[in-house]
């Protein structure tokens, strides 16, 4: 599939997740193979305003193109401003959220709303796609409800005002992120347009990745939680599609060292705050290891990156991991 100046052959795609898929995570994402990483979503009102920690949200210096610049909102120009704004912080791809289902994204007929409005979901998309060069993306659910399964007429809809490809996650909002993704519904949005499609929900390993697109004939892939603590799934997911081979996880010392690198560079670009945010990471990255409970607790309890550091250190000796 084509994106602009970019050729992919199925991407394997990071999903993008607020409060993950920063900048040390896309990082660490892009050293495990994977084709295309996702900002967190950014609000176009916020964006607009200047808002600091939203400019430290769009900060993709430095980075191995292309990044793809997620943001969202309900207002056409403002859409168009903040899509302006993003190309000229570096922005060579811009996706539009049409699938967040957050109240309080919702209550501004933002992300998945605009589900519920498919001549707003247009208008939207067509003035981002009028203010910049570079091409526009969309990320959609299939529709608000199982009673109003729209994604279908949306993404032609899309299709037709100039988006350049489609991500769907195959849930309703109604859903959240519960239930089963209905990877069916991917199949039929994908034979109705003749953009790509990145199918998205529930590729939980490798061998989920190639059963979706063996199915669907979607042109990409699409992993969220499924690379939470666990950045080897890009690695082992392309390795699967481009050789049929499936390598074996990660052994619990390269889980704990990860931890202690992704610890390192949060720290590098967010100073201290990382400690706070690292937390959850920490939890991921230790899920199902011998003792990580009690580990867990004292992590909870450092108040400094050395000694998150420090902690973790102990934890990988105490499991007699000599690289760790
Ligand atoms: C913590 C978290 C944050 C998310 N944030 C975003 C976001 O900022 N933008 C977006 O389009 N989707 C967001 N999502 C949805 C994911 O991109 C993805 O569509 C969803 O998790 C389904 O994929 P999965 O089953 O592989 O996790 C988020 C999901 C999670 C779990």
Redesign the pocket.
Known sequence: MRLGEFEFNHPVCS??????TDKAFRLLAREQDCDLVWT??ISATALTYNNARTRQILDISGEQQPVVV?IFGSDPAVMAKAAKLAEEEGARIIDI?M??PAPKIVKNSEGSALLKDIPLAQRVASATVEAVKVPVTV?IRLGWAASSLVGAELAQALEGVGVAALTV?ARTREQF?AGK?DWNAITEIKNRVSIPVIG????RDPEDARAMLALTGCDGVM????SLGNPWIFARTTHLLHTGELLPEPLPAARISMALRHLSLLTKIKGEKAVQEMRKHVAWYTKGLRDAAKMRDAIMKTQSSAEMSQVLLQYGQSLGLENA
Do not use: L, S, T
């Open positions: 999903a993008p997740m607020a409060g993950v967190e979503m997620q959220n699938g967040c990320k996650h992120y993704a998205n929900g529930d590729i992993i969220g939680r499924g």
